[in-house]
């Protein structure tokens, strides 16, 4: 069993944030001492891991929730699953492709601030785009 401070440690994860997701039912029901102070077990540990893993995933707490429940009865789960995680690629590779527009956009602007010997078209660029 582990203290909060050695799992805020262990995880990088704040005491804040351990306590939030106890308070939002991610975390069931933490172990306490005779003090109140919380424990955390392997199972636990477990746990935290995968939620940290599905943020990194881009999941949301709500979407996360759902998984825990799949992993937690996860005896038909599969096709669900694979049906939220289908979802998510397609968000990924949505916002891939708007950061590879932007890199496009900004490289150009950059190319072109460079040449300029008038004015800056990064701002002039910034400026036309949403009407200032």
């Known amino acids: 069993m582990m203290k909060i401070g050695?799992?805020?440690q262990a995880l990088a994860i704040s005491a804040?944030?351990?306590?939030y997701y106890e308070k939002i039912g991610l975390m069931p029901g933490v172990h306490r001492n005779n003090g109140g102070a919380r424990l955390y077990s392997d199972k636990d540990l477990s746990r935290l891991r995968f939620i940290k893993r599905a943020q990194k995933m881009g999941f949301s707490l709500d979407e996360i929730a759902g998984l825990l429940s799949f992993r937690d009865n996860s005896k038909n789960a599969r096709p669900n699953v694979r049906k939220l995680a289908r979802l998510k690629l397609a968000e990924i590779e949505h916002h891939l492709s708007e950061l590879e527009a932007l890199r496009d956009e900004l490289r150009l602007l950059?190319?072109?601030?460079?040449a300029s010997t008038d004015g800056c078209p990064i701002l002039e660029s910034f400026e036309r785009a949403y009407g200032s």
């Open 110 to 114: 950059t190319n072109l601030c460079g």
């Open 16 to 19: 804040d944030t351990l306590r």
């Open 6 to 8: 050695q799992v805020v």
